[in-house]
């Protein structure tokens, strides 16, 4: 029983650990290459649009609502939100939530973890132009408009890395 156990919390550990799967493929957006440009809407139907953000470093965060990595590391996201709001950054939160209930999960987990930066609802393209297959997937977008880091599913100290990244930009 003990065994069981143990095989049955290391395989909830191996899955948490590792990030969820989209599985599509699409375009790659890769570092020091130009950030696609999107409109998408908010949860209120607000078009946002990236370019309104250009001379700010952004970081996009893809994740979806029912995804436990994601989950984990939006306590982190906000804290890095927090910290650097005030200094040219934004984050923009693009959910891969799909379906009739999706706007009302996304809602919820917004106000689950008091999020107060954007959450986008994506369009099926923005996804693919950016080449997430995995989530939660973050882009960190210098002032001019490049994708200058990219990180899929949870990394170990994740706060302190964006914190290093986010400072070389500002």
Known sequence: MRRLFRFVLILCLAIVCF????????????????????????????????????????????????CPPCQMSAPDVKSIYEK???????????????GAEAKAAVSSFVKEFGLTYPALMDDGKTSKQYGVISIPTSFII?????????????????SNTLSKEIEALL
């Open 19 to 66: 990030s969820c799967s989209k599985g599509e493929k699409g375009a790659a957006s890769t570092e020091n290459s130009a950030a696609p440009s999107f409109v998408l809407a908010d949860l209120n139907n607000n078009k946002v649009s990236l370019d309104t953000y250009k001379g700010k470093v952004v970081m996009l965060e893809f994740f979806a609502s029912w």
């Open 84 to 98: 650097y709001r005030g200094r040219g950054f934004v984050v923009l939160a693009v959910s891969l939530d799909g």
């Open 142 to 158: 210098d002032r001019k408009g490049k994708i200058r880091n990219k990180h899929i599913g949870l990394i170990p100290d994740f």
